[in-house]
């Protein structure tokens, strides 16, 4: 099903590390019938320089602050996009500043703690407890979003089309 006749400039998708972000994002890319592009915080992680323990928010502060003006830019230039990204509410609250002057449709993406710890595991390329310390940090504390998905039971399929019902 193709889901063309909506008006959104870009879709958030926040939540945890692990929690299914990224499949959901490109399912709803493949079913908006728009050429919404898809970008993620973990692709400026990536393009930190090993060692790993130095691709972290204490050498590179503003990593954040970047995905944020590079969503701007984006929407600027005309580039709808879905962004998948983990924003604790300090920084989403900057995002939606930033973002202000154009449609967002606002995701949070959740998923049952001991489901995120197994994915957690599952991947190679996960630091252990992470997932943990980002619900246990309240990362959707005091964030106002569109729609609330959950992970845990549901497919990436079923989710974008619920997402895509709501725009």
């Not at 701007?72 to 989403?92: A, C, G, R």
């Not at 595991?121 to 940090?137: F, H, N, P, T, W």
Request: with cysteine; proline share 5%; glycine share 4%.
């Amino acid at each position: 099903m193709s889901h063309k006749d909506f008006s959104v400039d870009a879709i958030v998708l926040n939540g945890p590390s692990s929690a299914g972000k990224t499949t959901l994002a490109k399912c709803l890319q493949a079913k908006t019938g728009k050429a919404f592009l898809h970008f993620q915080l973990d692709a400026f992680w990536d393009m930190v320089p090993p060692p790993a323990e130095d691709a972290n928010s204490k050498h590179f502060p503003y990593m954040k602050a970047v995905v944020t003006d590079t969503a701007v830019s984006f929407l600027k230039h005309d580039m709808p996009f879905i962004l998948d990204t983990v924003m604790m509410p300090k920084d989403e609250t900057k995002l939606r500043k930033s973002l202000s002057l154009y449609n967002i449709f606002y995701v949070a993406v959740t998923v049952d703690l001991d489901v995120l710890e197994t994915r957690e595991m599952l991947r190679e390329d996960r630091i252990i407890g992470l997932s943990r310390s980002q619900v246990e940090g309240g990362i959707h504390k005091e964030c106002d979003y569109d729609l609330t998905v959950d992970t845990t039971n549901k497919s990436p399929d079923d989710l974008a089309e619920l997402i895509l019902s709501k725009l």
